[in-house]
């Protein structure tokens, strides 16, 4: 199993910026970023293979959020920019193996980060 460790989370006022990372032990092919608010299941919403173009943000995040990979540092990045409150949430790191990058379903089967928290407040 690769091991994955996030950092970067913390508190922010609506409007704010965050960045991200999520450093992997060795290299897999996808990585996406995942997150859990309170009371809510855990949702995958961005993902990157081995290439520039391979990068995704679902529809309703795209506009406000980044994802992108230094292949040669092993690392996984989220640019979150205009943070609102219903950002809040524990955001957690995943990679897998294989080739469908987009489907969030198959990373269960992946390695997980410890996840780290990001407040946005008024």
């Known amino acids: 199993q690769v091991q994955l460790v996030e950092s970067g989370g913390g508190s922010v006022q609506v409007g704010g910026s965050l960045r991200l990372s999520c450093e992997a032990s060795?290299?897999?092919?996808?990585m996406a970023w995942f997150r859990q608010a309170p009371g809510k299941e855990r949702e995958g919403f961005a993902s990157?293979?081995?290439?520039?173009?391979?990068?995704y943000v679902v529809d309703s995040l795209r506009d406000r959020f980044t994802i992108s990979r230094d292949y040669a540092k092993n690392t996984v990045y989220l640019q979150m920019n205009s943070l609102k409150p219903e950002d809040t949430a524990m955001y957690y790191c995943?990679?897998?193996?294989?080739?469908?990058?987009?489907?969030?379903?198959?990373?269960?089967?992946?390695?997980w980060g410890q996840g780290t928290q990001v407040t946005v407040s008024s």
């Open positions: 060795a290299s897999s092919n996808c």
């Open positions: 995943a990679a897998k193996a294989g080739t469908d990058c987009r489907r969030f379903d198959y990373y269960v089967l992946g390695s």
């Open positions: 990157m293979g081995r290439v520039a173009h391979s990068a």
